[in-house]
């Protein structure tokens, strides 16, 4: 075999044993690029070993170099809590307490919504036999008052009830109402009084024969962020001996309200001549 001859086949032998090396080689370059250890390459779990990884719940399986995660071995107890522990760490809550969810921005707030805004605070006020005042007759007032505190702009379910027993014979009529920021409150009236919250205004009767009557009122009305000051307001044609009544307010930062239908003052003409009392309208 010439010179020529035998330097091409050299370099055949050459260029065929790099073409092997970069084929071995690739494969490892491609995987050192998206991960963390050389034995999980062909595991189905890598992305999720991965994820591990990169949250810091495991290390690997060979200290000091782990590059290695040992994907097929058993996990002993000892390393069972070492992934526990870190684990634990990344939700910062290894005092028991987990830090805010993922969607938190910061500990203030979720989603870009401030921390009060899944909140849904409740208010509640009532009064017994031995506490409730007596209604006279003709004369409104204030049963009961709730302060409410709400945390943004929403809704708030306003439920009432009220019960009576007439001090007379003479059978009675009784209203409530609620009302909303009134000051004083509880003194507009007449059939359907014009301060009070759209749907809470109802008129109930203590027969001459019964001696006890109850009226209850359920609405949802909007409400302002803030301070706001809610009243239960009753009112009777006869002495009533007030038996118990109740306020109880839901705040909700999301829902709707559609208003009540407006009343008309006429559409209860026949109880006119028992309040005995000219419309203040």
């Not at 509640?124 to 008052?145: F, H, I, K, R, Y």
Request: charged content about 15%; hydrophobic content about 45%.
């Amino acid at each position: 075999m010439d010179t020529h001859a035998r330097k091409g086949l050299r370099w055949t032998r050459l260029l065929l044993a790099l073409a092997v090396l970069f084929a071995v080689s690739a494969p490892i370059a491609v995987f050192a690029a998206g991960g963390h250890f050389t034995d999980d390459d062909t595991s189905a779990f890598e992305s999720h070993i991965n994820w591990m990884a990169d949250a810091g719940i495991t290390l690997g399986c060979n200290p000091p170099a782990n590059d290695l995660y040992c994907p097929d071995d058993n996990v002993t107890r000892g390393q069972m809590a070492a992934f526990m522990h870190r684990f634990a760490q990344y939700l910062d809550a290894e005092d028991g307490t987990p830090a805010e969810a993922d969607h938190a921005a910061d500990a203030d707030t979720l989603d870009g919504e401030s921390a009060t805004y899944y909140t849904n605070p409740a208010w509640g006020v009532a009064c017994d036999a031995g506490s409730c005042s007596d209604l006279a007759m003709n004369t409104p007032l204030q049963m009961l008052e709730i302060p409410v505190t709400a945390p943004m702009d929403g809704y708030v379910t306003v439920a009432s009830n009220y019960s009576g027993t007439s001090a007379s014979a003479t059978a009675a009529y009784f209203q409530i109402w609620a009302e909303v920021d009134t000051s004083p409150g509880c003194t507009s009236w007449f059939l359907v009084p014009g301060e009070s919250v759209p749907g809470t205004w109802g008129v109930g009767s203590i027969a001459a024969d019964i001696d006890f009557g109850n009226l209850a009122t359920t609405v949802v009305t909007a409400v302002g962020a803030g301070d706001h000051t809610l009243r239960l307001c009753a009112i009777a044609t006869q002495a009533v001996t007030s038996y118990q009544g109740s306020l109880a307010i839901t705040f909700s930062a999301g829902g709707s309200a559609t208003p009540a239908a407006s009343l008309d003052a006429a559409d209860y003409s026949y109880l006119e001549d028992a309040f005995a009392v000219e419309s203040s309208n």
